[in-house]
């Protein structure tokens, strides 16, 4: 059986080229203009709905495409290929999460300069994602008001790698006796003053607010790009 001490240099060594990777791709993604988000939750959060309805919702108004990760079926990906826009799937076997190498051969033979956003829907799973950088611009972590207010609390890493919290499945809310006040309070415990949006993906309920910031977001974002690159 293999050492602690050896377990811990195998699992630095494979982390340190996913970083090496994830820079390169963070450097074709600025390159071709393209706004990278990932998406990150727990099996069931409502995760591949949500991002159905973005993708359906900014279609007529964006270049979108998306990565969809799961460990054995293309189910995710046909769903999302519904919305009309382009959508490949990551099969990851016995992997838990995506790697930033899967992403690099997912996106071969595409023009990122195509798109305006990509999204990269990880494997359902709060913990090991937390580790693997993507390359992306912007990562969401999500979780369901059907998954209990203290989420945040049990998974705190993935909440302080991620940019925004998503709170889905809002219409339910009431039904299932969510507590708001106490759900935010452990977002907040864990990393004050995150940004947080409650969404419905099957009412619409809170999607326009999120859009109007995930599109303010790319546009600083390329600004900042093209003022570094002395364009404007």
């Given at each position: 059986m293999a050492s602690?001490?050896?377990l811990?240099?195998v699992?630095?060594k494979?982390?340190k080229?996913?970083?090496?990777?994830?820079?390169?791709?963070?450097e074709?993604?600025?390159?071709?203009?393209?706004?990278?988000?990932?998406?990150?939750s727990?099996?069931?959060?409502?995760?591949?709905?949500?991002?159905?309805?973005?993708?359906?919702?900014?279609?007529?108004?964006?270049?979108?495409?998306a990565?969809?990760g799961?460990?054995a079926?293309?189910?995710?990906?046909?769903?999302?290929?519904?919305?009309?826009?382009?959508?490949?799937?990551?099969?990851?076997?016995?992997?838990?999460?995506?790697?930033?190498?899967?992403?690099?051969a997912?996106?071969?033979?595409?023009?990122?300069?195509?798109?305006?956003?990509?999204?990269?829907?990880?494997?359902?799973?709060?913990?090991?994602p937390a580790?693997?950088?993507?390359?992306?611009?912007?990562?969401?972590?999500?979780?369901?008001?059907?998954?209990?207010?203290?989420?945040?609390?049990?998974?705190?890493?993935?909440?302080?790698?991620?940019?925004?919290?998503?709170?889905?499945k809002?219409?339910?809310a009431e039904a299932?006796?969510f507590?708001?006040?106490?759900?935010?309070?452990?977002i907040?415990?864990?990393?004050?003053?995150m940004q947080?949006?409650?969404?419905?993906?099957?009412t619409?309920?809170?999607?326009?607010?999120?859009?109007?910031?995930?599109?303010?977001?790319?546009?600083?974002?390329?600004?900042?790009?093209?003022?570094?690159?002395?364009?404007?």
């Amino acid at each position: 059986m293999a050492s602690p001490t050896r377990l811990v240099e195998v699992r630095q060594k494979v982390l340190k080229q996913n970083d090496l990777v994830a820079r390169a791709l963070r450097e074709r993604f600025q390159e071709a203009g393209v706004y990278v988000v990932s998406l990150v939750s727990s099996p069931g959060s409502g995760k591949t709905a949500f991002l159905e309805r973005m993708l359906t919702e900014l279609r007529p108004r964006c270049r979108v495409g998306a990565l969809v990760g799961d460990l054995a079926t293309d189910n995710d990906a046909r769903r999302l290929a519904r919305s009309q826009a382009p959508v490949r799937q990551i099969t990851t076997g016995t992997v838990c999460h995506l790697e930033a190498d899967m992403v690099r051969a997912a996106i071969d033979g595409w023009d990122l300069s195509e798109f305006d956003f990509l999204f990269l829907e990880n494997v359902g799973n709060l913990v090991c994602p937390a580790s693997y950088d993507l390359g992306e611009n912007l990562r969401l972590v999500l979780f369901s008001v059907t998954e209990g207010e203290d989420k945040p609390l049990k998974y705190p890493t993935i909440f302080n790698t991620a940019d925004v919290a998503i709170v889905s499945k809002i219409d339910l809310a009431e039904a299932c006796g969510f507590d708001r006040a106490s759900a935010l309070t452990s977002i907040e415990a864990v990393r004050p003053g995150m940004q947080v949006f409650e969404v419905s993906a099957k009412t619409g309920h809170g999607m326009e607010p999120f859009l109007s910031f995930l599109t303010s977001q790319a546009s600083s974002k390329k600004a900042r790009c093209q003022l570094a690159e002395g364009r404007v």
